[in-house]
C-alpha cells in the first residue's frame, strides 16, 4: 500500500510493480502529481506550473524517467538572455547594472563561506559528518558576513529560494546540505515541455490501482501486516507530506518525536499567483519578466518561454514572512494585489491581464506547506527516523531525501525505499 499519489509514491509503487509486487495507491486528491500541479485550462493553449517547476541539470533520477516515459524537454539554455529587473525602494533598474563589483564580491564571499560548511556534508550521513551545524541559524552566517545592503538583499532571495523559508528561520545544516545539493544538481536547465503534470500521470498510467478522492484516516500495524482503511497488506509506504498525518489515526501510536512531527517539522510560506497577460510587454522593453522586487511579490519569471501565442504568464512567487502574508488572504484578493503590485513595476500592465491562478500551499490540506524547511536542530531530532521504517510501515518524500525539497529528492526517496522493501525478501 503506498498512501500519496506524489512523485516519491508514485515512483515507489512503480518500482515496486515493476519487480512484480501487487500495489495499491491511495491519493486524497483528485489528480496525480500533489506539489506538481499543471494550470491549463484558463490559459487557453498555454500554461504554467502552480507548484514545483524547474529540472536542474544534475536531476538524474527525473531525467531517466522522463527518457524512459519519452516526455520531451524545454531547455532553458537556449532562451535568449534578457534583462531582470529590479525594483528597490520605489526606483526601477536591470540587475546587471546594479551589481557593482563590491556588491558581485561580498556575494561570492558569503557562498565561499557557506561551500566550506558543505565540503563538509556526507549526504549519506549529514548529522554524522556536520550534526553541529543544526543548532545555528543561516541567518547567522548571513548576520556575520556583513554584506553591502544590496548584496544582502540579493543573498536573501538566493537562501530563501534555497531553503524556502526565511535564512533566520532554517537550520545551518539544511542550508550546507541544500548548498552541496545544489551543487550536485547542476544549474536550472529545464521545464517538462507542455506541463510538468506529465511525468505524475505517466507513472500513475502506467499502475494498476490508483485509486484517488480516498483519504486514509486510520493506519494499523501487525507483525504480520498492515491495513490502511479497509485494506491489508504487507507494507505500507506513507509517501505524504508530514502535516498531514496529523489526520491519521495510527495503531500503535507513532514512537517519540515522530508523533508531534506534524506538528513541529517546519514546512515553508510559499505562494505562486499566475497572471495571464494580453501581450508579453517586457519582451518589448528586451526584459526577461525577471523582478526582484521588495515588495511583497519578492520574485516574478515568465513562465511561457517557448510557449505559443501573443499573451504570456508572469509566474510570481512569495515565500518566508511574506509568503506567511499571502497564504493569510483570499486567492481573489491575493491575485488583484499581485496584480497592482507588478503594475507599480509595469504601469498599466493592470489593465491587459486577462486571466488568473493563484496557490498558497500552506492553505492547502493535503500539503500544508512548500516543502520541509527544518528549522534549527529538527534534522538531529527528526532526520534518522524519518528515513528508517517502523515495524512495516516506511516513509517517502521529499522531506526525507538530501536532496530536500525537490521533484529529485521526492523521487529518488521513493525508489530508495522500493528497495529497502525489496531487500526484504517480500
Known amino acids: 500500500m503506498v498512501v500519496g499519489a506524489g512523485l516519491a509514491g508514485l515512483a515507489c509503487a512503480y518500482e515496486l510493480e515493476r519487480a512484480g509486487r501487487r500495489v495499491t495507491v491511495l491519493e486524497a486528491r483528485d489528480r496525480a502529481g500533489g506539489r506538481v500541479w499543471t494550470m491549463r485550462q484558463q490559459f487557453g493553449e498555454q500554461h504554467a506550473e502552480l507548484g514545483a517547476e524547474f529540472v536542474r541539470a544534475g536531476d ?5 524517467y522522463a527518457r524512459a516515459f519519452g516526455l520531451g524537454l524545454q531547455d532553458l539554455a537556449r532562451v535568449p538572455h534578457l534583462a531582470e529587473v529590479v525594483y528597490l525602494d520605489e526606483r526601477r533598474g536591470h540587475l546587471d547594472v546594479l551589481e557593482a ?3 558581485r564580491a561580498d556575494v561570492r564571499r558569503f557562498w565561499a563561506s557557506l561551500d566550506g560548511l558543505a565540503n563538509r556534508v556526507d549526504l549519506d550521513d ?3 559528518s556536520a550534526g553541529s551545524l543544526d543548532r ?15 548584496a544582502r538583499t540579493l543573498l536573501e532571495e538566493q537562501l530563501r529560494e534555497l531553503v524556502g523559508v526565511e535564512a533566520q528561520n532554517a537550520s545551518l545544516l539544511l542550508g550546507a546540505m541544500a548548498r552541496r545539493v545544489a551543487r550536485l544538481r547542476g544549474p536550472v536547465r529545464y521545464r517538462i515541455a507542455r506541463g510538468n503534470d506529465q511525468l505524475p500521470w505517466r507513472f500513475a498510467n502506467r499502475l494498476r490501482d490508483v485509486r484517488f478522492k480516498t483519504q486514509v484516516r486510520h493506519f494499523e500495524q501487525s507483525r504480520s501486516g498492515v491495513s490502511v482503511e479497509d485494506l491489508s497488506a504487507d507494507y505500507c509506504v506513507l509517501a505524504a507530506p508530514v502535516k498531514p498525518w496529523s489526520s491519521i489515526a495510527f495503531s500503535p501510536d507513532l514512537p517519540g518525536p515522530l508523533y508531534d512531527a506534524y506538528d513541529v517539522v517546519q514546512y515553508g510560506f510559499g505562494t505562486k499567483t499566475l497572471l495571464q497577460y494580453a501581450s508579453r510587454f517586457w519582451r518589448k522593453r ?3 519578466g525577471s523582478i526582484l522586487t521588495d515588495l511583497k511579490v519578492q520574485r516574478t519569471w515568465e513562465a511561457t518561454d517557448g510557449q505559443p501565442g501573443e499573451r504570456g504568464i508572469l509566474t510570481a512567487y512569495t515565500t518566508g514572512k511574506d509568503g506567511v502574508l499571502y497564504s493569510s488572504i483570499a486567492d481573489g484578493v491575493r491575485v488583484l494585489l499581485v496584480a497592482d503590485e507588478l503594475d507599480d513595476v509595469y504601469p498599466g500592465s493592470r489593465v491587459l491581464l486577462k486571466a488568473s491562478a493563484t496557490q498558497a500551499w500552506t492553505n492547502d490540506g493535503w500539503s500544508r506547506g512548500t516543502v520541509a524547511a527544518y528549522a534549527p536542530g529538527q534534522l538531529s531530532t527528526f532526520w534518522p ?4 521504517p517502523r515495524g512495516r510501515l516506511y516513509f517517502a518524500g521529499e522531506h526525507t531525501d538530501a536532496f530536500v525539497g525537490s521533484m529529485e529528492g521526492a523521487l529518488r526517496s521513493g525508489r530508495r525505499v522500493a528497495a529497502a522493501i525489496l531487500e526484504r525478501g517480500f
Open 101 to 103: 563589483p563590491l556588491v
Open 385 to 388: 527516523l524519518l528515513r528508517a
Open 136 to 150: 545555528r541559524r543561516l541567518g547567522h552566517l548571513l548576520d556575520e558576513a556583513r554584506p553591502h545592503p544590496f
Open 60 to 64: 538524474r533520477t527525473l531525467l531517466a
Open 126 to 128: 549529514p548529522l554524522g
Open 286 to 288: 528586451g526584459e526577461s
